[in-house]
């Protein structure tokens, strides 16, 4: 999926039985990433988040199982909205 260079938005939504992201990580030039509803997620790309420089929105939502964010964190540099929701 990192081939994928033009790809500037992603939405993962109600996929039930994703349990991690393929490996190879996520486009560069991804700013915006939306996982919702993948009640079975683990964890986030192993390759890691914080390669995106240009991620500037981060949305999780409904993934109780994920527990915690990957190694070397999250980008910082142009990360303006960065959301993380569970149902209760």
């Known amino acids: 999926m990192h081939n994928i260079t033009s790809?500037?938005?992603f939405?993962?939504?109600e996929c039930p039985r994703l349990v991690?992201?393929?490996h190879g990580g996520?486009?560069?030039?991804?700013?915006?990433?939306?996982v919702v509803r993948s009640e079975e997620l683990k964890s986030l790309p192993a390759e890691g988040i914080h390669n995106i420089?240009?991620?500037?929105?981060?949305?999780?939502?409904?993934?109780?199982?994920?527990?915690?964010f990957p190694n070397g964190g999250l980008p910082t540099n142009n990360l303006t909205w960065l959301t993380y929701h569970t149902r209760m």
Do not use: D, H, Y
């Open 7 to 9: 790809l500037q938005e």
């Open 11 to 13: 939405r993962i939504q």
């Open 20 to 22: 991690a992201f393929p």
């Open 26 to 34: 996520l486009p560069t030039n991804l700013w915006k990433l939306q």
């Open 53 to 68: 420089a240009s991620l500037q929105e981060l949305r999780i939502q409904e993934c109780p199982r994920l527990v915690a």
